[in-house]
């Protein structure tokens, strides 16, 4: 396995995620709502069989014969009835009863989509962290020469060979970290026994603590707050105990995209440390998820992960090109939140001198200089460095998309070419 694997496995999980939540919040809502509408016409028919019964009672038949016609009682109607404070309890009683017999569905379909897919994302993320680690003892064993294990004779032979049985026991080795650590003790290993930065400037881990400590609520203590949680987090929310915690959709979007970033750099760092020869392709991915981030307008990933990659020296073209690629990314998302002086700071930082058109067409609409991007843009269609499902795809365009004569004047470059 490569760190390469791990990071594909991490984000089609992640993506796996967004992707089921996106499918079903619609569904699980309209099932609520619906469950809801069902359960308010249930009780306003309960109360009108329950008030007309009383009536019949009372031998009123003239307001028996009023009240019947009518589309629904009102309180008016209630408090013409002889005992009205004991007809109410009574009527209390009554719906509850008949509630319980005839509708017991209880409207959390959304509770029950967005708490799964919650518990998913976090543990989606320790796995990561376990295959880190899983990594890193295999790759690096002399790490683990002065550790004594355990092993049976018996167990040593049902192994094949000598490789796997230290593949198990390193196995077992990172079960065990992952079993005693806390969390907090676990990022502590990776920065200071692996050497790998946890990038606080950029990562609110405090956030992901938050997070980790609200998914132990749901699966130990049934969704209520309790000191441990209070006492761990700073109670950001300001909860009070035994308050009833949810998962609604910007919280989860939040967690999300905070376990995204933290599990991206962490990632990259890895690979820079523990995979030096494959870093061409860890610097094509920075670029990637510059990219995607700024079509899902996650404008704050953009920048921060740009914020990562100013660390990073290129040493041939090819890795060049993927910086230059994330720097624009970074100025579009800035355009994009109209963050003007930093918009400003970020294109003095681009150098396109030598560029080829495509860059050179970008960097003038973002710097709101269109006198030559008709010209630029039929000569990187030329060079085949753009095509139409590109033009009407990428984030760049949405600039110069929304100019009407612009717009056709470049559509048409297409046609001509």
């Known amino acids: 396995m490569k760190i390469e694997d791990i990071y594909n496995t991490y984000f089609e999980n992640l993506n796996s995620i967004q992707a089921y939540f996106n499918k079903f919040e619609s569904v699980a809502n309209k099932e609520d709502s619906d469950i809801i509408n069902d359960k308010e ?17 009372n031998g009123n038949l003239e307001e028996e ?12 109607d209630l408090e013409k009835i002889e005992g009205f404070d004991e007809f109410i309890k009574e009527l209390s009683e009554e719906v509850n009863y008949r509630l319980r017999k005839e509708h017991n569905i209880n409207p959390r379909n959304y509770e029950l989509l967005s708490r799964s897919s ?12 376990a295959d880190l680690l899983n990594y890193y003892y295999n790759k690096f064993r002399k790490s683990l020469n002065e550790k004594e ?28 970290i992952l079993v005693e650590k806390s969390f907090g003790d676990l990022l502590d290993h990776f920065e200071k026994k692996l050497s790998i930065p946890l990038e606080k400037n950029l990562i609110d881990w405090n956030k992901i603590i938050e997070i980790r400590e609200r998914r132990h609520l749901i699966v130990h203590n049934s969704s209520l707050i309790n000191k441990k949680y209070i006492s761990r987090t700073g109670n950001p929310y300001k909860y009070k105990i035994g308050q009833e915690i949810s998962i609604d959709n910007n919280y989860f979007q939040e967690a999300l995209d905070e376990f995204k970033l933290a599990g991206q750099l962490i990632l990259f760092n890895c690979w820079g440390e523990w995979d030096k020869n494959n870093i061409d392709s860890a610097i094509y991915e920075i670029m990637v998820q510059t990219f995607e981030d700024l079509k899902n307008e996650k404008f704050n990933l953009v920048c921060k992960t740009f914020k990562f990659s100013e660390k990073i020296e290129p040493r041939n073209e090819t890795q060049e090109d993927y910086l230059l690629r994330v720097k624009f990314n970074n100025a579009i998302a800035l355009k994009k939140q109209n963050l003007k002086n930093e918009l400003k700071e970020a294109l003095k930082d681009i150098k396109i001198g030598t560029s080829t058109p495509i860059f050179k067409f970008s960097y003038n609409v973002l710097s709101d200089n269109h006198d030559n991007i008709i010209e630029l843009f039929q000569k990187a269609i030329l060079l085949e460095e753009i095509t139409i499902d590109q033009y009407l795809e990428w984030p760049i365009f949405d600039f110069v998309r929304e100019n009407e004569e612009i717009n056709k004047n470049l559509i048409n470059s297409f046609k001509n070419n």
């Open 118 to 129: 919650f518990l998913m994302l976090n543990n989606y993320f320790e796995y990561l962290i």
């Open 65 to 76: 014969q009023e009240l019947s016609e009518s589309a629904e009682i009102s309180l008016d």
């Open 149 to 176: 294990f355990k092993i049976t004779l018996k167990e040593l032979t049902e192994f094949d060979n000598i490789d796997e049985a230290i593949k198990s026991l390193i196995l077992k080795e990172v079960e065990s």
């Open 41 to 57: 016409i249930k009780i306003k028919e309960i109360i009108n069989d329950f008030v007309l019964n009383e009536v019949s009672k």
